[in-house]
């Protein structure tokens, strides 16, 4: 509930960042005109960027008879969760990882490397998908997108002001260096949020993939080991794609510091530490 309700905070944060900054920078119809260019282009994303990140890691489909034990495997999670069965996918890449992609359950996609199936135990890999089913089952995607819509629209409208200079709600020009430091701050701002929205998601999918296999020290362990493992193996795909890196179990590119606010993903110690109070219930 807490990460639910946190969700919903920040998503009512950067939509009224939106609104305040829209008016501030391009008035009511600049406001209204990033949001219309922001929702299409996300829009084209939430409908379609499913196979194109499937095909952007030459994801390769399988089903009962190519891949029996891991097809297996996600079609029992999915019943426990009471989802619908989705594609499955293997990755052929060395770095263990697995993301899960869709507008919606009835078209969702999970996919998994080579590599993480080498690296877990099969207790670890069950974990893994259930997580990534959690966030089919909490339609991450939608909410992702929605952010990445507000987050676009405050990035156009930072530009416009660059550009043009800003305009109040009547269309009058407002202080130059009021327009500059909005047309600096409130992008970053945007970032900070979507990112924070990012992360919750990601504790609440831990919580329900732990709810869904019905063993979280599972998915803990394999966190762990995909975090240890993850250090010594060279940048793959993953790597070369960080725009899809919300999408995975781990971020490939994370850090800690002032880094780690600006991370798609809550520390792995964090993540670990929620799992084994939840197996200690």
């Known amino acids: 509930m807490f990460n639910l ?9 950067i939509t009224a960042l939106f609104m305040a900054v829209g ?4 008035g009511r119809t600049g406001m209204l005109i990033a949001l219309l260019v922001a929702v299409g282009m ?28 891991f097809y297996s495997m996600v079609a ?3 019943g426990r969760a009471g989802l619908p069965m989705p594609r499955v996918y293997l990755i052929d890449e060395a770095a263990p990882n697995a993301f899960a992609t869709g507008r919606n359950p009835e078209h969702a996609a999970v996919a998994a490397t080579t590599g993480i199936l080498r690296v877990l135990s099969e207790r670890e890999l069950r974990g893994v998908m259930a997580h990534e089913l959690a966030h089919v089952a909490n339609r991450d995607i939608l909410t992702s997108t929605i952010s990445a819509t507000m987050a676009g629209a405050i990035s156009m409208l930072a530009n416009f002001a660059g550009l043009f200079g800003g305009r109040d709600e009547h269309g009058r020009p407002t202080s130059p260096i009021a327009g500059i430091a909005v047309a600096i701050l409130a992008p970053l701002a945007a970032s900070l949020i979507q990112m924070a929205i990012s992360r919750a998601r990601e504790f609440e999918a831990d919580r329900g993939g732990a709810e869904i296999s019905g063993d979280p020290a599972a998915l803990a362990s394999a966190l762990d080991k995909i975090h240890r493992v993850a250090q010594g193996i060279p940048l793959g795909t993953a790597e070369a794609h960080p725009e899809t ?3 995975m179990i781990m971020n ?3 850090g800690g510091g002032l880094r780690g606010l ?3 993903h809550p520390s792995t110690e964090e993540r670990i530490a929620r799992l084994m109070e939840m197996a200690r219930r």
Do not use: C, H
């Open 42 to 69: 996300n829009f084209f994303s939430y409908w379609f960027s499913a196979d194109m990140v499937l095909k952007m890691y030459n994801a390769r489909e399988v089903d009962a008879s190519s891949a029996p034990q």
């Open 23 to 26: 008016v501030m920078i391009g």
């Open 5 to 13: 309700m946190k969700t919903a905070v920040l998503m009512a944060a």
């Open 262 to 264: 600006f991370s798609t």
């Open 245 to 247: 890196a919300q999408m």
């Open 76 to 78: 029992e999670l999915a």
């Open 252 to 254: 490939p590119l994370s």
